[in-house]
C-alpha cells in the first residue's frame, strides 16, 4: 500500500535528485533535498485539508489530481508562477522573465520580492475565508470546544467570515499606507496594490469556492446517476466514460483544490528564495515535495486516516488560519520561514494528539461516540 501511493514520489525524487546532480553537483543536489523537505514541512496541512475534499471524489478523480494536478502543481506553480509573477510585476514579456531568471539571479529575486505584497495579500485573503467558514459552522464533533462554541453560534450571522476578511485586509492595507506616509510616500502604491490583490482572493475563494459547493450539493444526485449508468453498461456490455461517471461535481471539487494548493505554494515559493535563487532546482526541489504532498493526500484517504482522527482536520484548518495571517502580517513585516513551517506542523501534531487520547477514551469506555463525549475526548 505504502509503495503504491507513494511510489512515483519515490521515482520523481531519484528523477530529480540526478537531474541536480547533473545541473550542477553535489551542491544542487543538497539544494534539491532541502528545498523538497522546506515544501513538505510547509504543505502537511495541505494534504490533510486536500484529503477531506478528494475523499468525496472517485477513484479517476482521485487519479486526475495525481497526474495533471501533479503537472499543474509543478509546472505551473512552482516554475511558471515565478517567472509570471516576475513578469507582471516588472512589466517584461515572460521570455525575458525567463532569461532574467537564469541570468541574473539577483535581479530575479529582488522582482519576486518585490511582488510579494500582492501575493501575500491574495493568498492571505483566500486562506483566511477558509479557515473562517470551517470555524464558524456549527459542527458534531468540537475539538477546541471552548472556542468552537461561541464561533459556531457567531458564524449564524451571514457574511461574517466576509466582513471579517475586508476588515483584515483593511488593517493589512492601513497598515502599509501608514509606513508610506511615515517614510515620506515611497510605498503608498504598495498599499492600493495590496487592496486589490486582497480583494481578487477574496473574490476568486467566492467563486471557485461558491462553485464547488454548489455541485458539492448536487454530488449525491451525480452518484445516483453514475451508478444506474454502470448498471445500464453492466447490462448491455459498453463502457460508461470515466469523465462522465466523475460529474461536474468532481471537477469542481478538483479546481477548487488546485486554486487551494496554489494558495499554500504561495510561502514556499517565496521562502525557495532564502535558499537559491535558481529557478531550475527550485522547481525540482519544490517539485519532488509537491509530489509527496499529492501522495500524501491519497493515502490519508485511502487509510482513513480522517476518520480515525477525527481532530486532523480541525488542526489543519487552524494551521490555514495561522498561515493566513502570517501572509498578511508578511506584507509589511518579516517573519522567519521556519516560524511559519513550525506553527503549522505544530498544530497538525496538537491536533493527531488529541485525536489519539480521544481514541483511548471511546475505547475505555465502550465506545460510544457523541458530540460531548468527543469534546471531553479532545481533552480541552
Given amino acids: 500500500m505504502l509503495l503504491k501511493t507513494f511510489g512515483w514520489s519515490f521515482a520523481i525524487t531519484a528523477i530529480g535528485l540526478a537531474l541536480a546532480v547533473l545541473y550542477d553537483g553535489w551542491t ?3 539544494v534539491v533535498a532541502i528545498l523538497a523537505v ?18 468525496k471524489m472517485n477513484a479517476f478523480w482521485q487519479k486526475i489530481f495525481l497526474t495533471v494536478g501533479v503537472l499543474i502543481a509543478v509546472f505551473g506553480m512552482r516554475l511558471v508562477f515565478p517567472v509570471a509573477i516576475v513578469s507582471i510585476s516588472a512589466k ?3 521570455f525575458d522573465a525567463v532569461d532574467l531568471a537564469l541570468n541574473d539571479a539577483d535581479r530575479y529575486q529582488q522582482l519576486v520580492t518585490d511582488a510579494h505584497p500582492s501575493i501575500a495579500a491574495f493568498g492571505g485573503m483566500f486562506l483566511l475565508m477558509i479557515f473562517l467558514d470551517f470555524i464558524f459552522e456549527d459542527r458534531d464533533i468540537k475539538w477546541l470546544a471552548w472556542l468552537e462554541r461561541p ?20 488593517i493589512a492595507s492601513m497598515t502599509v499606507a501608514t509606513h508610506a506616509h511615515q517614510h515620506g510616500g515611497a510605498h503608498v502604491d504598495k498599499a492600493q496594490t495590496v487592496l486589490i490583490a486582497g480583494i481578487a482572493g477574496l473574490i476568486t475563494y467566492l467563486v471557485v469556492g461558491g462553485l464547488s459547493g454548489y455541485f458539492e450539493n448536487r454530488l449525491e444526485e451525480d452518484e445516483e446517476r453514475e451508478h444506474e449508468a454502470e448498471e445500464e453498461a453492466e ?8 469523465v462522465v461517471m466523475a460529474g461536474k461535481a468532481a471537477f469542481f471539487m478538483f ?14 515559493v517565496i521562502g525557495a528564495f532564502a535558499i537559491t535563487n535558481d529557478i531550475v532546482l527550485m522547481a525540482l526541489g519544490l517539485g519532488i515535495g509537491a509530489m509527496y504532498v499529492r501522495s500524501l493526500t491519497v493515502y490519508l484517504v485511502r487509510q482513513g486516516t480522517l476518520d480515525d482522527y477525527v481532530y486532523l482536520e ?17 506584507i509589511q513585516y518579516e517573519i522567519q520561514e521556519v516560524i511559519t513551517g513550525s506553527v503549522g506542523v505544530l498544530l497538525i501534531v496538537w491536533s493527531f494528539w488529541s485525536s ?25
Fill in 314 to 330: 480541525h488542526g489543519a484548518h487552524y494551521a490555514i488560519g495561522a498561515l493566513a495571517v502570517i501572509l498578511l502580517v508578511t
Fill in 38 to 55: 522546506l515544501e513538505i514541512s510547509l504543505s502537511f496541512d495541505n494534504a490533510v485539508i486536500n484529503a477531506g475534499i478528494l475523499k
Fill in 151 to 170: 464561533l459556531a453560534k457567531l458564524g449564524k450571522i451571514d457574511m461574517l467570515s466576509v466582513c471579517i476578511a475586508m476588515i483584515a485586509l483593511l
Fill in 356 to 380: 489519539v487520547r480521544r481514541n483511548r477514551r471511546l475505547a475505555a469506555d465502550g465506545g460510544e461516540d457523541s458530540s460531548e463525549r468527543a469534546e471531553v475526548g479532545s481533552g480541552v
Fill in 28 to 30: 544542487a543536489f543538497g
Fill in 235 to 242: 447490462r448491455t456490455g459498453s463502457k460508461v466514460s470515466a
Fill in 92 to 94: 517584461i514579456g515572460p
Fill in 255 to 268: 479546481l477548487y483544490l488546485e486554486v487551494l494548493d496554489a494558495s499554500f505554494s504561495f510561502d514556499g
